[in-house]
Every structure is written in structure tokens, then in C-alpha cells.
């Protein structure tokens, strides 16, 4: 499997960033910014140009989220990110919407994808970012 690279972001709130998948392609409907790399970019490039194409938010890396996470067809590796600039623009062809939610909401919307590897991916991705954000909140930032 190939290796794509993601962002999952949050907000001073606490509240993380989720996208909806334009229309609702491969039976995705709320997920993260991911995506493969383009020639010669570091994994960090990677996630964050993604994030920046998927949801309009340019990011800062955090820290990265331990382990990989595989879906449908790749192994995907993510990052916690905080929000730098909302540029206020998505790639429509890949995002119809984005929004900010408390965890729990984060929850109850990325199990509404009927993709099941994606679904159980990003339920699981978004339980060990919100760890690492967390950790990251409370002055144990040194990076991973």
C-alpha cells in the first residue's frame, strides 16, 4: 500500500476540523485532510498542503500522530496541526464543506461514512490525535 500524508487540526476551543467529502465520494462523508505526496515532498509538506487544498486552513505541525493508520488503499500517516490562516478556500472537487466540532460531534459525523476501513481509520485516527493534542496542551509539546 502507498503512503499518504494528513492533518488532523484543532482549534484553540478544542474543537477539530473536519471536511466533507464532495459528493460523498467512495461513501466518505465527514474525514480528515489526507492525500499522497507529490514528487519529492517531505511527509510534513505533504499533510499540510493537503490540509491547505482540502479544507482552505494553512496549519502548523504540532506533532506527529504515533503509527500508522491503514484505510481502503493506503497507509496513512497524520499529524496534529493547529490553524495558522483560514484562506477561506477548499478545492470543491474535493470538499463540499468544512466544519469545527467538539470531539464527540468528531464522533458521531465520521461514523456516518458507510466506507467501513475508511471509517474505522479515521475513528481511530481521531482518538490518538486528540491524545496527542491534549498532551501537546498541557506543555509536553516536544515533538514525536
Known amino acids: 500500500m502507498k503512503l499518504a500524508y494528513g492533518g488532523v487540526v484543532f482549534n484553540a476551543k478544542g474543537e477539530v476540523l473536519l471536511r466533507e467529502v464532495a459528493n460523498h465520494w467512495d461513501d466518505y462523508v465527514w474525514t480528515f485532510a489526507k492525500g499522497r505526496p507529490e514528487t519529492g515532498e517531505t511527509p510534513e509538506t ?19 500522530v ?5 484505510g481502503g488503499t493506503t497507509r496513512n500517516i497524520y499529524f496534529v496541526m493547529s490553524p495558522v490562516e483560514d484562506t477561506g478556500e477548499f478545492d470543491p472537487e474535493e470538499t463540499q464543506a ?22 474505522k481509520r479515521d475513528l481511530a485516527v481521531l482518538e490518538a490525535a486528540l491524545k496527542e493534542w491534549q498532551e501537546s496542551q498541557q506543555g509536553r509539546s516536544a515533538p514525536r
Open 98 to 119: 468544512i466544519k469545527w466540532v467538539k470531539p464527540d460531534e468528531a464522533r458521531r459525523l465520521l461514523a456516518k461514512t458507510i466506507n467501513y476501513p475508511g471509517r
Open 46 to 64: 505533504a499533510a499540510l498542503r493537503e490540509v491547505h487544498e482540502e479544507t482552505g486552513f494553512i496549519g502548523k505541525i504540532v506533532r506527529r
Open 66 to 70: 504515533p503509527g500508522e493508520f491503514l
